[in-house]
């Protein structure tokens, strides 16, 4: 079944990204549609105390914080499909219609923002998912001052793991880093860093078994093993990082849009343009850098602008036969002046 409207913008997504991304389409009278699946809110609705994001100097609770961002979004006329999108036709022309199917349904635009985010990679073992929130945590600069004073881990061995570990050292009694083998994929430069802090502990070639919880339910202990000797031991912690990469969300787009190497949307210079025209990208589907909230939210923003301007510059390639824009005059907001 197909829509025989034709949007202006359909933001695939809906963590601080792409609600961003509709909250500023919205406002520029454009009435996003927003495929924000089932779990919306991305990774923020995973976190528990945010205390880093601006305006809330009391910190806020992540599932707290998303709704705000859906509010806001739809008070200014976004739309919302809580359903997956399960597959996308990018026009390669500029000027070109889009086509994003959920539910069943077809879906058309003249622009497309990218929002579908990351996930991160998780080891799979036992009390992983169950501890998430009460001594698990994939962000030390979200989570780091929950462990102030307490002994912790942090797994992996690339750059992100040193990040993590050296971060963590601010907060935390110690920090043993736990790798698998005894060579590591980070940067020389990050490894010294991390070799400097006197309250990290380097533990090779392990890997975590399980993780258990304590009487009160939290985390108090991980048992490893020893790679080389198949010896276990148990480690007493109050914290697990677990800093073994992330994976971005493209499956959708892979084959129409540039990815890198790792599965990240590409994006052209300073600007948030995919290689398809009036197809944009934002958030941590595009960013392994920094993936911040805030930094998403931006982004977000960003897209969100990159559409406009592209629908105020491009030309319409003709509508086909039966087809028709849907009516930006239903609205319910229109902009000011000031594009602030």
């Known amino acids: 079944m197909a829509s025989k409207d034709i949007e202006s913008t359909i933001i695939v997504g809906s963590g601080p990204a792409g609600y961003t991304a509709a909250?500023?389409?919205?406002?520029?009278?454009?009435?996003?549609?927003?495929?924000?699946?089932?779990?919306?809110?991305?990774?923020?609705?995973?976190?528990?105390?945010v205390e880093n994001y601006p305006g809330f100097p009391d910190g806020i609770m992540g599932p707290e914080l998303m709704p705000l961002f859906r509010e806001q979004a739809q008070r200014f006329g976004a739309r919302l499909i809580t359903d997956q999108?399960?597959?996308?036709?990018?026009?390669?022309?500029?000027?070109?219609?889009?086509?994003?199917?959920?539910?069943?349904?077809?879906?058309?635009?003249?622009?497309?923002?990218?929002?579908?985010?990351?996930?991160?990679?998780?080891?799979?073992?036992p009390g992983?998912?169950?501890?998430?929130?009460?001594?698990?945590?994939?962000?030390?600069?979200?989570?780091?001052?929950?462990?102030?004073?307490?002994?912790?881990?942090?797994?992996g061995g690339g750059d992100s793991a040193m990040e993590e570990a050296i971060f963590l050292s601010k907060f935390a009694s110690g920090v043993v880093l736990v790798h698998r083998r005894d060579e590591f994929r980070a940067s020389k430069i990050m490894l010294e860093r991390a070799r400097e802090q006197q309250n990290i502990e380097f533990l090779t070639p392990f890997t975590v078994k399980e993780l258990r919880a304590g009487e009160g339910g939290a985390l108090t202990?991980?048992?490893?093993?020893?790679?080389r000797s198949g010896e276990e031991?148990?480690?007493?912690?109050?914290?697990?990082?677990?800093?073994?990469?992330?994976?971005?969300?493209?499956?959708?787009?892979?084959?129409?849009?540039?990815?890198?190497?790792?599965?990240?949307?590409?994006?052209?210079?300073?600007?948030?343009a995919t290689n398809r025209p009036g197809v944009f990208a934002a958030g941590d589907l595009v960013d392994h850098t920094y993936r911040q909230a805030i930094t998403a939210a931006g982004s977000g923003c960003q897209a969100a602008l990159d559409a406009e301007w592209y629908l105020r510059d491009t030309p319409e390639v003709p509508i086909p036969a039966g087809m028709h824009l849907g009516d930006p005059a239903e609205a319910q907001w229109a902009p000011a002046a000031d594009p602030a």
């Open 23 to 49: 909250l500023y389409t919205a406002r520029a009278n454009l009435r996003p549609l927003v495929i924000e699946g089932f779990a919306w809110g991305g990774l923020l609705q995973q976190t528990t105390h």
């Open 85 to 125: 999108a399960e597959r996308v036709e990018l026009a390669s022309e500029a000027g070109g219609v889009h086509s994003v199917w959920a539910a069943g349904e077809q879906h058309r635009a003249r622009t497309v923002i990218l929002a579908m985010g990351a996930e991160h990679k998780k080891l799979g073992i």
């Open 128 to 155: 992983e998912e169950e501890l998430g929130g009460r001594g698990v945590s994939y962000c030390a600069t979200c989570d780091a001052a929950f462990f102030r004073d307490r002994p912790t881990m942090v797994v």
């Open 221 to 227: 202990a991980a048992t490893l093993v020893d790679q």
């Open 233 to 272: 031991r148990e480690l007493q912690i109050g914290g697990a990082f677990v800093a073994i990469g992330h994976q971005p969300q493209s499956q959708l787009v892979a084959g129409q849009v540039e990815l890198d190497d790792n599965g990240y949307v590409v994006v052209r210079g300073h600007s948030t």
